[in-house]
């Protein structure tokens, strides 16, 4: 009878004890109910069941994260649907498994089994997140690691875990994204170190479609991710012939912090705030989500101008709705209706699309309809574009579909036409009423388009003019707007003979018209972006006016001869007042300093609320701000100007403005608003508090100004002010305007663009009509400084 009990217990797993364990030894289990707990708590593994979903998962998870965060996953694509009926043990052989009862139905293990493991064999999960198989429980060197999850990553990377290659233990680590927000089997993106011999890291679609890279790392930075400096990675470099490339992740920052592939091939920075019970996004590569190779799927058209990313086109519909809801879209979307070849039509996709690669081909056709006849004989022609005599057209799915940005959709444009049943098209009547309302809602961006032809057509004018007129002449073109030539602008600036500054795409210049005015004169260079911005300044600033935006005069074009002509602005621009060394006659008191913030506030309000389109400067900073004979405020310098339409809420283009500006929209890759001029200017109002650089030190001011929007927030919510004021000021201001601007400024470069007032709300609060209250600390930007300095602030902080 003792043998046969012996014999009973010993054919049973042995089950933990209630107590918390972050352990396993040989032969235990740990029941379904319960967990491990890392030894100082920031970790736990255990049975979870992510989102809605009824299936549950072995995985490991932030203890300490208010919402349920994991990071990594066994049984990613096997799941337990009985979680009572479900067992997880070390075995005898030391190999961790993952079984359903009473079938014994495998289904996961670690493969890592030894057929006499030692008896000191022990399952740990660390408090690094690492869940690691050791043949001797009190040993921490790498000899006894007999498994590591970290060698098996999910799709989160962890501070200590290495991706890359070890061959010498046969181990490719790379991270794979969940297949939806509820499922985490293996999705359609990766991340994966380059296989051919460069050091970086390739984001791939299907395990093929490389749609971002890191750029190759050079010892101290990534080539493309300049951001992320020598101190946020250890690697071994690519050798042919080592055994080992890898790197590892080190997060800088005291607390929380994880990179995760997200479910839409976005790869995420992220840092846990405590303080607002939530994640915050530092960066997102690649930034615009529609770069992500085949994110929408097949016949999917992807949109960064609408909240809702992907969308399927009229006559089509998601191929899985459940997975769409999940933020899975890579499934794409299918015909509505079956094909009846050849008896089918074509649907005009109703916006600027960015034609797809793939299996483009061109067929002979001397007209649109021959095009779409060529297209339709051909049962697999699934779409066809016709433009200048050249035809193509598109066998199988249609990935990549993309719409074009405002600033980029051309009109007359190659259309893409794609195959669908007769049914589906819609009736010549209906297409012209839609034809009609397209004209009426694009009016305004119509309106824009004509203008600058205008222009152009006016600077053509001109040149004919002058060669039959002779030089220097200046002619009106609308209003109070001039077009000069260049020998009219050379003799107003006595041939660029005193230049005042430069900038980023040329150089700026005193001169003097005519009849005596004086006047600057940006002069730019001969490239593509100067011509951009060329435009940018003279469609913006041509058709605004406003006291506290500077005045353009008049531009010269001729060729690569391209000049702007403002109105002099004698007092230069605001960063010399601030922060260079400066005599005590260009000292700004505290008045003048708050008559300058309300003045830039007007101005920003006009170009956000008072415009026909909403227009965002984009690059709000002490050097865009000029000062009159009076020293009050012109908003200047419009190169990096968007205009939007008042209907349209976001809109996100390439990344544009001066880092320590910048909102974090921007460096996150979300859409961006009008708020991110809102973000700037209140970056602007500390920098007028303090006369000392956000985002570096100065040697005007009582504090180190890397954190200075921190340490004022701080101080706000204490209740002592005083002691942020330029010392040059000191004592020279009044407390309650001061109040009012650092709450003001606090409110601006709140983290969520919905907490930011907008500028019509801040001209109120400075000038003390509209009430405002108490505002919270910003937790990004606490950790942003955190993140730069590699240390723990000022204790006050």
């Not at 003799?491 to 600057?520: H, I, M, N, Q, W």
């Not at 865009?624 to 809420?649: P, Q, R, T, W």
Request: aromatic share 8%; hydrophobic share 40%.
């Amino acid at each position: 009878m003792l043998i046969l009990v012996f014999l009973l217990f010993s054919s049973v797993d042995l089950q933990i004890s209630g107590a918390t364990t972050d352990t396993l030894t040989l032969g235990q289990s740990l029941p379904w109910n319960q967990t491990l707990v890392s030894k100082g708590g920031n970790f736990e593994l255990g049975l979870f069941s992510p989102g809605k979903s009824k299936k549950h998962y072995i995985g490991i998870w932030f203890k300490k994260v208010s919402k349920q965060t994991v990071v990594w996953v066994a049984n990613r694509d096997r799941p337990i649907l009985d979680p009572s009926a479900s067992r997880f043990t070390l075995s005898d052989r030391g190999e961790l498994l993952l079984r359903a009862t009473p079938s014994n139905t495998l289904l996961w293990s670690s493969n890592a089994s030894s057929p006499s493991p030692p008896r000191t064999t022990v399952a740990t999960l660390q408090d690094d997140g690492n869940l690691v198989v050791r043949s001797n429980a009190t040993a921490t060197a790498s000899a006894s690691v007999a498994w590591q999850s970290f060698d098996h990553p999910t799709d989160t990377w962890l501070p200590g875990a290495r991706l890359g290659y070890d061959r010498a233990r046969g181990v490719h680590s790379f991270l794979t994204s969940w297949t939806d927000s509820e499922n985490p089997a293996p999705g359609a993106f990766s991340m994966e170190i380059d296989p051919r011999g460069q050091a970086k890291f390739d984001l791939l679609a299907g395990g093929t479609h490389q749609y971002w890279t890191t750029g190759v790392w050079d010892g101290e930075v990534f080539e493309n991710v300049p951001e992320m400096r020598s101190g946020y990675f250890d690697g071994v470099p690519y050798a042919p012939n080592a055994s080992v490339n890898f790197f590892s992740y080190k997060n800088r920052v005291p607390g929380i912090g994880n990179f995760v592939l997200e479910v839409n091939g976005q790869m995420q920075r992220r840092q846990w705030s405590p303080e607002a019970g939530k994640w915050i996004l530092f960066c997102t590569e690649p930034h615009d989500g529609c770069d992500v190779y085949g994110s929408c799927g097949p016949f999917g058209v992807c949109s960064n101008t609408s909240s809702a990313m992907c969308e399927c086109p009229a006559a089509f519909a998601p191929r899985s709705r459940g997975e769409w809801k999940l933020g899975n879209t890579a499934a794409g979307c299918v015909r509505r209706t079956k094909l009846d070849c050849p008896n089918d039509g074509f649907l005009k996709l109703p916006y600027a699309v960015e034609l797809p690669g793939g299996s483009a081909e061109t067929a002979r056709a001397r007209s649109d309809k021959t095009c779409a006849l060529s297209c339709l004989r051909d049962c697999s022609c699934t779409a066809y574009a016709y433009d200048a005599a050249r035809c193509l057209v598109w066998n199988g799915e249609l990935v990549n579909l993309k719409t074009l940005p405002g600033d980029q959709g051309i009109a007359g444009s190659v259309v893409l036409h794609v195959r669908v049943a007769a049914s589906e098209v819609p009736p010549p009547a209906a297409h012209h009423s839609w034809r009609k309302s397209m004209v009426i809602l694009c009016s305004s961006v119509s309106g824009v388009v004509l203008l600058l032809a205008g222009l152009i057509i006016v600077v053509a004018v001109a040149v004919v003019l002058r060669k039959r007129r002779g030089k220097g002449k200046v002619t009106a073109v609308q209003g109070s707007l001039l077009l000069f030539d260049y020998q009219a602008v050379k003799a107003a600036t006595r041939d660029f003979t005193e230049k005042l500054g430069s900038g980023s795409f040329g150089s700026v210049y005193k001169g003097t018209l005519p009849d005596t005015t004086p006047v600057a004169v940006k002069r730019l260079d001969g490239l593509r972006q100067g011509e951009k911005q060329f435009r940018a300044e003279v469609v913006t600033l041509g058709m605004i006016h406003h006291i506290n935006l500077v005045r353009l005069r008049g531009f010269c074009s001729e060729g690569n001869k391209k000049a702007l002509v403002y109105d002099y602005m004698p007092n230069g621009s605001l960063d010399a007042y601030l922060f260079k060394n400066s005599s005590s006659s260009k000292v700004l008191s505290w008045s003048q300093r708050f008559g300058i913030a309300v003045g830039v506030a007007r101005g920003l309000s006009y170009l956000h609320e008072k415009c026909r389109e909403c227009i965002i400067h984009c690059d709000i900073k002490p050097e865009n701000i000029l000062l009159d004979e009076e020293l009050g405020a012109k908003l200047a310098d419009f190169g990096m100007a968007k205009l939007v339409g008042h209907d349209f809420s976001r809109v996100l283009t390439t990344m544009r403005g001066t880092i320590g500006y910048l909102a974090p929209e921007w460096l996150a890759g979300a859409p961006v608003t009008a708020k991110a001029d809102v973000y700037s200017f209140g970056l602007l109002l500390f920098e007028l508090v303090s006369g000392c650089r956000n985002n570096g030190s100065s040697e005007a001011g009582p504090i180190s100004a890397v954190y200075f929007p921190v340490h004022a927030a701080v101080r706000l919510h204490a209740g002592d002010l005083v002691g942020l004021l330029d010392e040059k000021i000191a004592g020279d201001a009044n407390v309650k305007e001061l109040e009012r601007v650092c709450k003001v400024a606090c409110w601006c470069i709140q983290d969520e663009e919905g907490d930011r007032p907008t500028m019509g709300l801040v001209v109120q609060q400075l000038e003390g009509v509209a009430d405002v209250g108490l505002p919270p600390i910003p937790s990004r930007l606490h950790m942003l400084a955190m993140m730069n300095n590699g240390s723990k602030l000022d204790t006050e902080v």
